[in-house]
Each structure stands twice: as C-alpha cells, then as structure tokens.
C-alpha cells in the first residue's frame, strides 16, 4: 500500500522489511526518528546507545551473531563511531550491517557541515545516497545485499531534505529475519597486526571488486536527454537538478563510493558539456577530475557551503543571475529560544549577570549563547563542556589569572561523553564548576529516552542512572543539588562552587517541562504596579512582551504561551508579577 | 496538473508540521504526488518555522523556492511577512491575525511592528487574516489552530474537502476528532 513517509520512515520500514534483528543509535537531527519508527513499528529489537560508538559497536556484535543489524547517527556521531568504523572495515561482517549516517548541509541544527562521503572514502566502505523516500526503503534492502555479498559494512547516507523530507512508498515484499550462525574466527574478527596485515591487503581488493560491481548495478543509472548538458549526481541534489533541467542526460548516481569509472568516461564521452551537481565538498569532482575527464561546471560556479537548490542549478548553468526574489527587510528575529518554563532559563539568568566564562556544551542550553543571555563561549563537540573547561582552568592557572571557568553540560550528553572528561578533571587535579542539567531526557532532539530516563526506546522500564553516585565514584567530592527555578539559590551555588577550589559539580534535577507535559497557571502583571523597568525581560521568555507603544510601556504577559514558572517574578522589584488562579491555557 | 506549491509558516509548537501531514496525505488520497518537507530540529518551541508541500503528477524536489508559491499558510502574521517572498504573482494568503512574540521582541532587544497587517495587506492584494485561535477555542481547544488554517485554505487547494475532511478524521486522536471536525468548518467559514 502507498504511503506518505519521510526519509527516516522509510528506512525504518525498510530495515523491519529486510529482515533487520538489531537497531542501534544516538539520536540526533535529523537522524532521530529512524530509530523510533523501528521502536513503533515494534516487530524489531531497537535500542537508544549511550553514544554513537557504542551504537556502532553493539551493531558489529549484532553482525557478528548473525542478524543483519543497523546503527543510525547523524554526520558528526560517525566523528565519535569512527574508530570502530575504520577497523570494522576490516574485518568486515557476518550477517550485513548497515551505518546509517545523516548530513545536514544549511546547518539546519548541526554545529558543522561535514559531508559524510569523506568517510566512504576514508573507511573504504560502501556508500548508498538516496533521492527520495522510496529509494531510501529499497536502498536498505540493497545495502543489505551488498553488505554480505562483499563482506563489508556499507553506509547509508541521508541529507536533512531526504531525512525530513515525506514522499510517496510502495513497500516491497517483508522478508523475515533469519539469524545466522555465531562463528568463532579470529583472523577474521581479531585485529592483531598480523591479522590487520592481511585483511588490508582484502580491504583494496574489495574496493576493486565494488568498482566492478558500481559498473553495472542499476544502482547507478544514466537517463540519457539532451546531449548538450550531462549532469551527474546524486541524493537530493538530482531531485534539483530534475526541477532546474528536465530535459538534460543525467546520470544518477546511488552507489556513490567506490565511483564507476567507466560509465562515468561513457556519459562524459556522450554529452558535450559535463556538469557536477553535488552538496558541499568537491568529492566526485576530484575523483572525476582525477581520472584526467574534463568537468566544464562543478564547484567553479557551485557552492562548497549550504544546500544546492534548482535556482543556483539553473544560474551555474546559463550564467545569468537569477532574479532575486528579495525578503521583507528588517523584521525581528525569532531565534529558537528556551520553552517558556524550561530550567535552562533561570540558570542562564544567573550566569548572564555573573558574568563568568561558560563552556558549553550540545543541547537545548546551547541557546543560553544567544542574546539577551550571552552566557556561554564555547561549543565544540559532545562533552567538551567538561575537558575544554578543565584546560582553561589548567592554563589560567599557569597565567596567574584567578578565574574558575563554569561548564554547563545536559543528561544526554553527560552519559554521552561528558563522563570521560570529568574522570580525567577529577584525576588530574581540575578547577571547574561543573553545571548538569539533568532533565532526563534528549531534549533538543526532541525528548529521546536515555540511561537517565527510566525507559528504553522500547517503552521498557530499565536501569536508571543517578548522577551523583556516579560524579562521587569519580573522585568528585564536591556535589550539590541546584534548583534552577529559585533565582537566589541559584546565584548563591553557583557563586560557592566559583569560591571553592578544585572540581565542584551541581546537579539540577529539574524535568524537561515539554517531555513530562509539566503544566502551571500563567502569571499575570499588575499594571498598576508595573514600572516598565524591563528587569524581568532579561529571562528573555516569549511569555513576556511590552505594551503597544505610545503610552508608557509596561510588560505584560500572553497567557497563551506563560506556563508560570516563575523565574520573571523574581526579577520584578515592584511586586507586579504573581501568579494567576484556575487553569493554565499555555498553548504549549 | 501543474504542480501546486504551498508553503505553511508558523512557530514551533503550534502545529505547522500537523497541518503540512494533512494535506500531503490529503494529496496522496486524491491519487496525486506529493512532497512535504519542513526543517526542525533545534530546540523545541519558538523559533520560526517553515515547511513546504508540493501536489502534482510528478514532483521532484522536496523545496519550494522563493517566487513560486501558490499558497502561503502562515499561523502568525510576522511569519507571514518574513516568509510573503515566497509566494508567485498572484499567489494568495491566508495568515492567523494573532500575534505571538519573538524571544529578541520579548527581551526588548527588537520591536514588533505596528503595521504587520498593513505590510502584508500591501504586498499581497489577496491576504486574507482570520481569528484562527478564537475559532479554534470556540471549537473546544486553542491548540486546533491549525485545523482552523486548513479549513480556511481548504477551498484555495487542488483537493476535494471531503478528502480533507476524512484525512483529519482519520489522522484526529480519539478526543480530537470532534474539536477538529468543528475547528475545519469554523475555518472554512471564516
């Protein structure tokens, strides 16, 4: 039956489809919802790991005792599973297994734009790049084929417009899972050097045999056109390059690593001019180029940076400068902000007036960093918060500079990769506050399940974490609770762990109010009271808001949005701000 | 047909992506390709959001590009004016006239402006702006807004009310059914 499904959907249903036995991932945009599609549809085994290498890992061991096993992350987790990618790589696989890696080129919500074709290359795997919903259901079924046909881990690469993006499916027949034998081989699985030694030598002969294999397989197609323009490409990008140029000969790749160089001579020897339609980096270009084959347009008049789109496609190509369709200037605005009542808004109020130096980390919080706040400066990678605090803290020391840097790290990305660095703080002697924000769950990417939670992504009740025994078992002995909803409180705890020497940690256990649907009576605004001083602006809430202009402003509060936290109340000197009997309309 | 490019504008948290569903699937059940894609992920609620939903025989790329709308839906009439250069010559508009505050306005460090529905009523001679939220709360909840903005476009797109109609019957959670029923006939009255 047709179905309406994006990206993500589809490759979930193509996994359960392709007789899948064993799912794991971290969750992250816009990779997330692959995993739970598995966990609705419920006929598969799927698990939220602590950290993207870990999902990878548990997926090799799920290959290994023979069930075709999937691992799914966004472009930058592969950054963290890569050390198991490069030698899986070698040993290659039992049952097939698939690394399901989305790109998010325009940054949509990523803190880089790396393009995960680099991996392909670099691990000399595999790679398949859908176009649309349909083909990313039948690549797994594919991939899974080539997988086990080559012995070896292929990636499937999505980017944010295939990930997100909902078209029409037509399953195929479901296959049901067979479980393969649990094999004993130590050449194979063990990567002693002498072991190692051998596999590389079949790693470049597989690479061969897969080049052989992306001459012929229908993976890659050439739609011959007008033999004026040959266009190739892939993934989204030949969705725009159909919209921009319906009549040219295209080939389209979907096996996009290792590249067929012959079919690739043939088309470029069949067209007059060769055009290169790819997002961000020049990867077949090169390898084009390389193979001594003239490219007339690729990244000379294509961006490197951001998405490509039918426009910039159409202006490449006939030289001319689109007409402009130009925006309303000058309106305000509307960043992502905290949720009205989120935790995160007291304790950035507090750290704005502090006026101390934050390390961040990735999550919600890392909006803290945005204007009116400015209370965070820096943000790298998962769990940096915690190891870039600490070198700040080693090298200020060293300078004479009698500052203590403050790290602000989630639940989520704490067990992620913030344990390792607090291990090494408390080991070598740190001096840094360190803020969890413990409300148990992956908020930003939409309120996941995690070790904290209490739950799998399977809804099953499981093991959860405390975070204090664990910072202690660290060698942490300073720990505190913190509530960030109490202002003064918050001030003073974080002002006692900046005064106290040595590794501080406080711990607030306040709950995502959107992932346990927490629900409070809106505050409302004496207007007799209220002075129009703005202090309680600065919690930068979308609740609050002034007057119409003319008269003198006065704040006032939009009940339909105000969950009556109360962090603003705090900030009003003139006692106009309280909190509104009955029942709250929050149209949260 | 000739593809049908509608854009849907909104903040997060008020349903954009729902409304987005119902007309994809709307599309689907009229036998008709479609595309629907939106961009979410940072954060959870406040920030702007847009998505796309292309309807035709074939369609192609997931992104409707600037100039070429034939329908802009916006749930809030800033995000009406941030996202109005997207619709073609001609295209129409139907916005919710009731605003919501960017984090920059409710921080004071920007100023919502006065003369939002002035502007949009300047650069779109067909913009239409409707109490979506008091229709939605007389339908029986305020969160049906987007049901209302549906039914309000519903007689703008190349699809059948009644596909629509049993598409959010379908689509309704147990309770919502009704409240959305009457949120669609109050927007389609409006």
């Known amino acids: 039956?047709?179905?309406?499904?994006?990206?993500?959907?589809?490759?979930?249903?193509?996994?359960?489809?392709?007789?899948?036995?064993?799912?794991?991932?971290?969750?992250?945009?816009?990779?997330?919802?692959?995993?739970?599609?598995?966990?609705?549809?419920?006929?598969?085994?799927?698990?939220?790991?602590?950290?993207?290498?870990?999902?990878?890992?548990?997926?090799?061991?799920?290959?290994?005792?023979?069930?075709?096993?999937?691992?799914?992350?966004?472009?930058?987790?592969?950054?963290?599973?890569?050390?198991?990618?490069?030698?899986?790589?070698?040993?290659?696989?039992?049952?097939?297994?698939?690394?399901?890696?989305?790109?998010?080129?325009?940054?949509?919500?990523?803190?880089?734009?790396q393009d995960s074709r680099n991996y392909a290359k670099f691990a000399k795997v595999p790679m398949?790049?859908?176009?649309?919903?349909?083909?990313?259901?039948?690549?797994?079924?594919?991939?899974?084929?080539?997988?086990?046909?080559?012995?070896?881990?292929?990636?499937?690469?999505?980017?944010?417009?295939?990930?997100?993006?909902?078209?029409?499916?037509?399953?195929?027949?479901?296959?049901?899972?067979?479980?393969?034998?649990?094999?004993?081989?130590?050449?194979?699985?063990?990567?002693?050097?002498?072991?190692?030694?051998?596999k590389h030598v079949e790693v470049e002969a597989r690479l061969l045999k897969l080049q052989e294999f992306a001459e012929t397989t229908p993976l890659n197609r050439v739609e011959m056109g007008d033999t004026e323009v040959g266009i190739i490409t892939s993934g989204v990008s030949y969705q725009h390059v159909r919209e921009a140029c319906p009549d040219a000969s295209v080939l389209k790749l979907g096996l996009v690593h290792p590249l067929p160089e012959r079919k690739i001579r043939e088309f470029a020897a069949s067209v007059k001019r060769l055009v290169i339609v790819e997002e961000m980096d020049a990867i077949f270009e090169e390898q084009i180029r390389a193979m001594g084959i003239e490219v007339e347009i690729g990244k000379n008049k294509l961006p490197l940076c951001g998405e490509i789109n039918a426009d910039l496609i159409r202006v490449a190509l006939d030289d001319t400068k689109a007409e402009v369709v130009a925006p309303v200037e000058g309106l305000p605005q509307r960043p992502p902000v905290f949720c009205p009542s989120c935790a995160h808004r007291g304790l950035f109020t507090i750290l704005s007036k502090l006026k101390t130096f934050v390390s961040g980390d990735i999550g919600c919080y890392t909006l803290g960093a945005l204007p009116p706040m400015g209370a965070m400066h820096s943000v790298i990678d998962m769990g940096a918060s915690i190891s870039a605090a600490h070198g700040m803290a080693k090298v200020n020391a060293i300078a004479g500079r009698d500052e203590k840097p403050v790290a602000v790290i989630g639940d989520s990305t704490f067990f992620h990769s913030g344990i390792t660095g607090l291990l090494s703080m408390a080991y070598n002697g740190g001096n840094a506050l360190v803020i969890i924000m413990d409300n148990r769950t992956t908020g930003m990417t939409g309120g996941q399940e995690n070790p904290g939670s209490g739950n799998t992504l399977q809804g099953i009740p499981a093991k959860q974490v405390e975070i204090a025994p664990l910072v202690k078992a660290l060698g942490i002995e300073n720990v505190a609770e913190l509530d960030a909803y109490d202002l003064k409180a918050t001030e003073a705890a974080i002002k006692k762990g900046l005064e106290t020497p040595g590794p501080y940690v406080l711990i607030d256990k306040n709950p995502c109010i959107l992932r346990y649907k927490i629900r409070k009576p809106a505050i409302h605004v004496d207007q007799e009271k209220c002075t129009g001083c703005r202090a309680c602006l600065k919690v930068a809430c979308m609740a609050l808001g002034l007057t119409a202009s003319g008269e003198k402003q006065k704040v006032r509060v939009d009940p339909n949005v105000c969950n009556g936290c109360g962090v603003c109340t705090q900030m009003c000197k003139f006692d106009a701000m309280h909190e509104l009997e009955g029942e709250n309309n929050a149209n949260l | 047909m000739q593809i049908f490019n509608i854009v849907i504008a909104g903040v997060g948290g008020q349903g954009v992506l729902?409304?987005?569903?119902?007309?994809a699937e709307s599309a689907l059940a009229s036998g008709l390709d479609v595309k629907q894609n939106e961009v979410h992920g940072m954060a959870q609620r406040g920030g702007s959001v847009i998505s796309f939903v292309r309807i035709g025989d074939q369609v192609c790329s997931p992104v409707v590009m600037p100039g070429t709308a034939d329908l802009l839906i916006s749930f809030e009439p800033l995000?009406?004016?941030?996202?109005?250069?997207?619709?073609?010559?001609?295209?129409?508009?139907?916005?919710?006239?009731?605003?919501?505050?960017?984090?920059?306005?409710?921080?004071?460090?920007?100023?919502?402006p006065d003369d939002v529905e002035e502007q949009i009523a300047a650069a779109c001679a067909a913009a239409k702006g409707i109490e979506a939220l008091s229709i939605a709360r007389e339908a029986g909840n305020g969160k049906a807004v987007n049901m209302v903005m549906v039914g309000t476009v519903m007689k703008d797109l190349p699809l059948k009310e009644e596909i629509i109609t049993e598409v959010v019957k379908q689509i309704s959670q147990n309770k919502g059914v009704e409240v959305n029923m009457k949120a669609l006939a109050g927007g389609a009255a409006a």
Not at chain 1, 45 to 66: F, H, P, Q, R, T
């Open chain 2, 79 to 112: 995000e009406a004016l941030r996202y109005i250069h997207y619709l073609k010559p001609g295209g129409r508009l139907v916005y919710n006239k009731v605003s919501i505050n960017p984090s920059t306005v409710a921080a004071g460090l920007a100023i919502y």
């Open chain 2, 18 to 23: 729902m409304a987005s569903k119902v007309l």
């Open chain 1, 1 to 113: 039956m047709k179905k309406i499904i994006s990206g993500n959907e589809a490759i979930a249903l193509g996994f359960g489809d392709s007789g899948g036995v064993f799912a794991s991932g971290y969750p992250g945009t816009p990779s997330t919802e692959t995993l739970e599609e598995v966990a609705r549809l419920g006929d598969v085994y799927c698990e939220w790991a602590a950290n993207e290498k870990v999902a990878l890992e548990a997926a090799i061991g799920g290959s290994i005792a023979g069930g075709r096993s999937l691992s799914t992350m966004k472009h930058v987790g592969v950054n963290v599973a890569a050390d198991a990618l490069m030698t899986l790589t070698y040993t290659g696989v039992n049952a097939g297994l698939i690394l399901m890696v989305s790109d998010d080129p325009g940054m949509h919500s990523s803190q880089n734009e």
């Open chain 1, 128 to 198: 398949l790049d859908p176009a649309n919903s349909q083909e990313a259901y039948d690549m797994v079924r594919a991939g899974f084929e080539i997988s086990e046909q080559f012995d070896t881990p292929l990636m499937l690469r999505t980017t944010t417009r295939i990930a997100h993006a909902k078209g029409v499916v037509v399953p195929g027949e479901k296959i049901a899972p067979q479980i393969g034998e649990w094999v004993k081989d130590v050449p194979k699985y063990v990567m002693l050097p002498n072991f190692g030694k051998i």
